[in-house]
């Protein structure tokens, strides 16, 4: 989607989150990011923040930022503390404590895979509570109903663990942007992280060892594991079409035993 640059933002919204933060004496634009329609790292005389949002006219996306809020305190410590909201002059905007880190590199070579694992592990305890949507509502439209069913759970689940959403800073990876949170099995979040590491580079057979060290994944029922590879699948190629989907899935289809990745 088309982005809108700090400097573009209605004044009254740039005066607002000013007054919130302190003057801003300069700004970077974050171009990564599915979800928002504005992002950009400020500078303030006490430091910088981070600002993301979407216009109130899109319901969908102030949803999303409305399951950001409800998560943030739940995932202390592993995510940015969310400082304020700011609903002005047409826009909804979330400012963040700003974390100096880069991007994770997730290829098997790289130390960044163990500090992604504590982060997950982390994560792993949280529960829902009923502040984010059911996992299986995301599938309904090629899920049977019982399948649906073995989607079922209460673990807190961020579901979009792409390397841009994965910062490495001194105190070890902070997971980002929980625009897609849903409540499922602990194990998801492991899984579809697996996936991401078969994307960098790693084999299935690695990829499937490494998620081996959490124990929600050990005790993952098989049965459930097929229903969300089935879901992501069928979703995919309803998408994109069966040649064009068939990569990324032939990854998620070895989360049920191993195939080597494409």
Same mark, same amino acid.
């Given at each position: 989607?088309?982005?809108?640059? @700090? ?10 989150? /000013?007054?919130?933060?302190? $003057? %801003?004496? *300069? ?5 990564? =990011? ?14 910088? %923040?981070? !600002? ?8 969908? =996306? ?6 950001? +809020? ?6 202390? *410590? ?16 979330? !400012?963040?404590? &700003? ?16 500090? +992604? ?11 829902? /509570? ?8 995301? &599938? ?38 929980? $625009?897609?949170?849903?409540? /499922?099995?602990? @194990? ?28 929600? @994944? ?7 594991? $097929?229903?969300?590879?089935? =879901? ?19 990854? &998620?289809?070895?989360?049920? /035993? ?5």
């Amino acid at each position: 989607m088309p982005r809108t640059e @700090w400097g573009a933002l209605p004044s009254a919204a740039r005066v607002a989150v /000013g007054a919130r933060v302190g $003057a %801003v004496t *300069g700004w970077v634009p974050v171009t990564a =990011g599915l979800t928002c329609q504005t992002a950009s790292v400020l500078a303030t005389a006490d430091g910088r %923040v981070f !600002v993301k949002g979407t216009p109130v006219s899109d319901t969908a =996306g102030v949803m999303s930022q409305d399951w950001e +809020v409800a998560a943030n305190p739940l995932v202390a *410590g592993v995510a940015p503390l969310l400082l304020d909201r700011v609903t002005v002059a047409g826009w909804d905007l979330l !400012v963040f404590e &700003y974390v100096d880190g880069r991007h994770a590199d997730l290829t098997h070579c790289s130390a960044d895979t163990a500090l +992604v694992a504590r982060a997950l592990e982390r994560m792993q305890g949280v529960t829902a /509570g009923g502040l984010a949507p059911r996992l299986a509502n995301r &599938y309904a439209h090629v899920l049977s109903d019982a399948e649906q069913l073995l989607l079922a759970g209460d673990a807190l689940l961020h579901t979009d663990t792409n390397p841009h959403n994965l910062l490495i800073g001194p105190a070890g990876a902070h997971v980002v942007d929980w $625009a897609m949170v849903a409540a /499922g099995p602990a @194990w998801v979040d492991v899984a579809l992280t697996a996936v991401r590491l078969m994307e960098a580079d790693w084999s299935a057979e690695a990829a499937l060892a490494w998620a081996d060290q959490f124990p929600s @994944w050990q005790a993952a029922d098989p049965v459930a594991v $097929a229903a969300l590879v089935a =879901g992501v699948c069928r979703d995919w190629e309803s998408r994109l079409g069966p040649s064009s989907a068939r990569p990324s899935n032939r990854r &998620y289809e070895a989360l049920l /035993g191993g195939a080597a990745a494409v």
